[in-house]
């Protein structure tokens, strides 16, 4: 469990983590909301990253994001894509799935692979690790059928059980 980052200003929980680096020197300040506001670091400060990568995608306009035959709404939000292109924020959970097609080809424009390489909450390594295993026995499980191993699949089937009650017990029945 990792220990919360007071508020540089009030002592509250920090929300707003900034890195500031100028002439090679590392500086570190955290703030709530609310102090992050007094300080004049508003949200919209915070998103260049995001707009970045929004900028990076393909349509320039509304028109272009949404070629006529090809609205692609959020069934959860409603958030459409052109507005995701607009904004440059998603709208919720499902919208991943929703835009998936678009964000992957976002993401691989911004990152090598599809395998996460950046930061991990904490905690996740485990999960992660967990998942991961998961597919390798699956992929496993698949070619043991293909190759008529029975023995080997019933095995790997009973491996595979055991690692999705493991994931089911890591992530609270949120696999």
């Not at 995608?57 to 959020?74: F, H, L, N």
């Not at 930061?119 to 998942?131: D, E």
């Not at 009973?158 to 609270?172: F, H, M, P, V, W």
């Amino acid at each position: 469990m990792s220990k919360e980052i007071p508020c540089d200003s009030c002592g509250q929980p920090a929300t707003v983590h900034l890195t500031k680096i100028t002439d090679n020197k590392v500086t570190k300040v955290h703030f709530c909301e609310k102090c992050a506001a007094k300080n004049g670091v508003g949200m919209d400060a915070l998103l260049p990253m995001a707009e970045a990568l929004s900028a990076m995608a393909e349509p320039v306009s509304e028109s272009d994001a949404e070629p006529p035959g090809k609205s692609v709404t959020c069934p959860r939000c409603g958030l459409t894509l052109g507005e995701f292109h607009k904004g440059h924020r998603l709208g919720c959970a499902a919208c991943y799935s929703a835009f998936g097609q678009e964000l992957g080809a976002l993401l691989r424009k911004i990152q090598p692979g599809r395998a996460h390489c950046g930061k991990k909450p904490s905690g996740a390594t485990l999960r992660i690790a967990t998942h991961e295993n998961l597919e390798d026995v699956r992929k496993n499980l698949r070619a043991a059928v293909e190759a008529e191993r029975y023995e080997d699949a019933a095995r790997l089937r009973d491996r595979i059980r055991q690692l999705e009650q493991e994931l089911s017990l890591i992530t609270g029945g949120e696999a």
